[in-house]
């Protein structure tokens, strides 16, 4: 069911190409809603006819076509039949959380890239070289993980700050950061704590010559 805050007649008119709607049917769709929320809840072709300049045959057609393509119902209610939209407004909501769902993922991966070209380009500057591959990926890995842009341009500067080069050493303390932070919001770090249970890891990513030595 289309949720009271997404406006039906909205999510018709964006899906109704997509779901093969054609425009005298959207218009007879309209006309169902406004019946039935005036109160009319069996809707004819006759009764449709008295609001529109379609003929009872042709709207007889339309409903037709409305319920093979699974966008109306007449369904029972006790002793009464009653017309419903329901079907298309399930199927209009999933459409909308497609769309939406896919325009979340545009966004995202439009974010993803201005965050990693920004990135790039203060590194080569503050670097005054062009990045190689491995730190290239290693950056990517960094914004992955939920790092903001002015966090990890920080940290190269509070790397450069202490005569550091390389991405070692930033990796190093964008890690004493996060650590920092999750003691001081939740009394220990997560961080710390999955370290230690594995030094052999811990070990190699620091021993990981990133370019160049320090």
């Known amino acids: 069911m289309v ?12 899906h109704y190409k997509s779901l093969k709607i054609t425009e005298e049917e959207v218009t007879t ?13 069996f809707i004819t072709a006759d009764l449709l006819s008295l609001k529109m300049s379609l003929s009872v045959k042709e709207i007889d057609n339309i409903l037709a076509n409305l319920l093979k393509k699974g966008l109306i119902e007449y369904v029972s209610q006790g002793k009464k039949t009653v017309t419903t939209l329901n079907p298309l407004k399930k199927k209009l909501y ?16 439009k974010d993803f890239k201005e965050s990693l070209d920004n990135i790039y380009s203060q590194f080569e500057k503050l670097l005054n070289r062009p990045l190689s591959p491995v730190e290239i990926s290693k950056i990517r890995e960094w914004v992955s993980y939920g790092y903001e842009d002015d966090i990890i341009i920080g940290a190269l500067k509070e790397a450069l700050s202490k005569g550091k080069k390389t991405l070692r050493s930033v990796d190093k303390i964008l890690l004493q950061w996060a650590t920092r932070d999750d003691i001081e919001k939740e009394g220990h770090s997560p961080i710390n704590e999955e370290w230690d249970k594995d030094l052999a890891e811990t070990i190699r990513i620091a021993k990981t010559p990133w370019v160049d030595d320090d």
Not at 29 to 41: E, H, R, T, V
Not at 94 to 109: H, N, V
């Open 29 to 41: 769709i309209f006309m169902i809603d406004f019946l039935i929320s005036q109160g009319n809840p």
């Open 94 to 109: 999933r459409e909308f959380q497609l769309s939406f769902a896919k325009e979340q993922t545009i966004e995202k991966s």
């Open 3 to 14: 949720t009271e805050a997404i406006d039906f007649r909205y999510l018709v008119l964006d």
